[in-house]
């Protein structure tokens, strides 16, 4: 009995027709399997530029919600300043620091942590 040997599939086969078919079976599956990385691929793309997409979004409302900061932190300094030429001194009391200017907000988060 002559035997045949795929290359392919690296396996011995009862005639020509087995190793065809074998070897069709395995380059279907071959396909298949590449298909998926490549569908993979894809989606892990699509995911990507869209969480790039919904970072920029979010870093440009950022963005303007800063420079309305900075503009009304311009406008208190001036008015306080006005204020202050005027009459001297100005004062206000709090119980809560987010009444205080941002730049004390780092040691806010500092003390929530030390806490």
Not at 26 to 50: H, S
Not at 73 to 91: I, M, N, R
Not at 107 to 113: I, P, S, T
Request: net charge neutral.
């Amino acid at each position: 009995m002559i035997r045949i040997y795929s290359d392919k599939t690296q396996k011995f086969y009862n005639s020509i027709e087995e190793a065809n078919r074998a070897e069709f079976e395995a380059k279907e599956a071959e396909n298949r399997q590449k298909i998926l990385a490549e569908r993979k691929a894809a989606d892990e793309k699509a995911r990507k530029e869209k969480e790039a997409a919904e970072r920029k979004a979010l870093a440009a409302e950022v963005e303007t919600a800063r420079q309305a900061m900075t503009k009304a932190q311009k406008a208190y300094k001036d008015k306080l300043t006005e204020f202050c030429d005027k009459y001297g001194s100005y004062h206000y009391t709090t119980t809560s620091l987010d009444d205080l200017p941002t730049l004390f907000s780092t040691f806010d988060e500092v003390f929530k942590k030390l806490l």
